[in-house]
């Protein structure tokens, strides 16, 4: 994140615009709507500026810029054809820490002006911190229109019931609880239509009979994918933007995580092997204590939670409890890191089945059918496996599979940082060392490995043997 995003109080406050031409009299314009005093200083003035300065919108003086207008700025904008003039005003406005904004020069600047959406009061700013303001205008078009300028009139309306229900309902969860029901419910609804009277007394009633009692907790059992934010359901965001709070895996990616709201606790509950920052009984133990206290609870699992992810054990907990919960499934990281290595888990040719094995068990037990597991014309799947390559690899060959059959390794699938590593059950071992292949890995063994080379999509030319 280059700047962070702030909204910035500037009523009744001197602003000061240096450069009289279109672009700086709409920056004096989103000035004087946010309130600002602006003072517009150019050796030659458009007409924009000068009818604003006869409507005494904002004073303006036909001269060449001085430093002493930088004496009581709290903003101030450089919009001159001169770079050398605007460079030396950012660099006087720095020098007394006033924010400075200079058009087109994102590096010269210590704010910058977003592409906005206005509902007053609610204000959408989007930014792309100044690398590409026609993308951002071209995001704030896609948003105004599916955002409906009623929003304003619902914010206005929750801002007249704001003392009322901090009064009513004193628990902050609450709360938030009750302007979720109003804000996307009925209310909402009367406001877009226009029906303000009815959407008033509405939320009154909905006031009046609001049992804060009746608020139960729940879990959302939501799969995350196998790293790529794009892949997750819209369900699965809608819950992630609602839980209180949020216990989450350490195969969840952080631009997932990031999508969780902003406020919600996030409690880590990573499993390594042989490292578990929480042991499963206690992660079964506190989803249950959290939904009873009343919050929505999300748990955020990597890939699948019915995949390897554990999920059986805990919504047993969570009916045991007689706890209310909801399991939206994920792409699991056999089907999300195959497609994104171009390495199809069937084909009519290579392979008519697919099985998906846990690289190791519970207790470090063996147990695996691996006479089963070495049929040819067949994909196997190996999560988890990273530290046993070596055994599974032998194990194979042991029991039948040909040393050469193809076999891969994909490093952080479906992410920027994919690595995929192709060899046989004969190489596969040393590539791990050869390359610094570290977890989360999948393992792929089967014929299908080989169309990687023709099929490999998402990463071309990077496949490494």
Known sequence: MNFLPVFYNIDAKPCLVV??????????????????????????????????A?????????????????????????????ESVNAEISRLSQARNIPVNVVDSPELCSFIMPAMIDRDPVQIAISTGGVSPVLARMLRSKLESCIPGAYGELARLADEFREPVKQNLPDVDSRRRFWETILDGQVAELVFAGRIADAREQLRQALETFDTDAVKGEVYLVGAGPGDPDLITFKALRLMQQADVVVYDRLVSQPILDMVRRDAEKIYAGKASSNHAIPQESINQLLVRLAQEGKRVLRLKGGDPFIFGRGGEEIAELIDENIEFQVVPGITAASGCASYAGIPLTHRDHSQACIFVTGHRRNG???????MLSHANQ??????????????????????????????LVEKGTTAEQRVFVGDLDSLPNLIGEHDVRAPTLILVGEVVALHKKLGWYKPGEEIK
Request: hydrophobic letters at 45%; aromatic letters at 4%.
């Open 19 to 52: 450069g009289g031409g279109a672009i700086a009299a709409r920056k004096a314009e989103l000035l004087v709507r946010a309130g600002g005093r602006v003072l517009v200083v150019a050796a030659e003035v458009g007409d924009r500026v000068r009818e604003m």
């Open 54 to 82: 006869h409507d005494e919108k904002l004073v303006f003086e036909q001269r060449e810029f001085l430093e002493s207008d930088l004496d009581d700025a709290v903003c101030v904008i450089a919009a001159t054809d001169n």
């Open 365 to 371: 037990e063996e147990g695996l059918n691996w006479e």
């Open 379 to 408: 994909t196997v799947v190996f999560y988890m496996g990273l530290e046993n390559v070596e055994r599974i690899c032998t194990a194979l060959k042991a029991h039948g599979r040909a040393a050469d059959t193809p076999a891969a």
